[in-house]
């Protein structure tokens, strides 16, 4: 059974034990990174294998749009830091039970997330190109 601590981010902080951040005001509300969000709570861990695995499941969790049912606020939508408690140690004990299902879908994610990094890659590199010729092509 996987133990972590959910509190609050403040800045500057810093943590010496496995941790993650996820983001806590907006519709992008639930979204999990490594790098501290100005508006976070941070999930901290005893092992790093434990974060890891929670941050995939934090992952899937705001790909799915789970966390919008729980956003409150009528101009800026936030999520309250019981509420995130309430619902996400379920959520990860419940996801985290077929174990070898986990594993697989984790891989699965980091491979789509790798690919989806090449792409946007490449993009960019079809961008760059394309204003290097229509610059050649307008300056003769």
Known sequence: MMNFIVKTHKKD???NKPHFFVLNKGMNSGKPQ???????FVVIFDSETDCENIFWIAYSLWKSKFWHQH????????????????E???????MMEEHEAHLKHVEA???LELKEKQFHENI?????????IVHRYCNK
């Open 124 to 132: 960019n590199l079809i961008n760059d190109m394309r204003r290097v």
């Open 34 to 40: 490594n790098e501290p969000f100005t508006n976070s």
């Open 88 to 94: 996400f140690f379920p959520k990860s004990q419940l």
């Open 13 to 15: 902080t810093m943590y």
């Open 71 to 86: 956003l409150v606020g009528s101009v800026i939508s936030f999520l309250r830091l019981p509420d995130f408690k309430r």
């Open 109 to 111: 994610l980091k491979l």
